[in-house]
Structure formats: structure tokens, C-alpha cells
Nanobody, 123 residues
């Protein structure tokens, strides 16, 4: 089993930047597609970004141009660099992984999940 642990979430002011980390263990994280999703209170879990094991990357429309997903295979980690944060970015952010033949934006298609890390952006 691949275990994922997120960290880095905290309270920030609008316009600030934040970096979330997700470290994998149990299996080689680099062999899996990795993604970030987020869920605000009372809302569905939304796609944020995904990084395929071969380097392909996709972003959700609401974060394109502000967020960057990056991997460090030597550290078995994936990161989410978030710039120009807005109050609408407030959510629990989840790291996810899957072993598949194409990149997916759908939460149900990811098998492995972390416990989430809270990001709160104040105006």
C-alpha cells in the first residue's frame, strides 16, 4: 500500500503564498500519478492539479496560473506551490495517487489518499 501524508496547511492572508507537501511511503511514489484535490465546507471535492509519473501536468481552471504542482522523486514527494491565494481557496487539501494509463481529474479514480491539510485564506 502507498501511504500519503500532507503537511503545510495554515492560515494566511489573501495574496500570500503557501507550499503544501505530500510525502509517500510504502511504495515508490514516483511510479504513480499524483494529484491534489480540495474540499470546502458543504462542497464536493474539486480537482486542483495532477502530475503524471511521466511528467505530464494538468491544472483545474480556478487555479491555473497561480498554483504549481511539482515532484521530487528522490524524496518520494509531491508539492503544491500556491501563489496569490484568495479566500475562495480556503479548503482542506488532499493528496492522491493512482496507478493508471492516463491522467485523471476525477477523485473517484484515485485509489490512495492522504488525510488532508487545512488551508484558510483570510481577506
Amino acid at each position: 500500500q502507498l501511504q500519503l501524508v500532507e503537511s503545510g496547511g495554515r492560515l494566511v492572508q489573501a495574496g500570500e503564498s503557501l507550499r503544501l507537501s505530500c510525502v509517500g511511503s510504502g511504495r515508490r511514489f514516483a511510479n504513480y500519478d499524483a494529484a491534489w484535490f480540495r474540499q470546502a465546507p458543504g462542497k464536493e471535492r474539486d480537482f486542483v492539479a495532477a502530475h503524471r509519473w511521466n511528467g505530464n501536468i494538468v491544472y483545474g481552471e480556478s487555479v491555473k496560473g497561480r498554483f504549481t504542482i511539482a515532484r521530487d522523486n528522490a524524496r518520494n514527494a509531491v508539492y503544491l506551490l500556491m501563489n496569490s491565494l484568495e479566500p475562495e481557496d480556503t479548503a482542506i487539501y488532499y493528496c492522491a495517487a493512482r496507478d493508471a494509463t492516463f491522467l485523471s481529474r476525477t477523485a473517484d479514480e484515485y485509489r490512495f489518499w492522504g488525510q488532508g491539510t487545512q488551508v484558510t485564506v483570510s481577506s
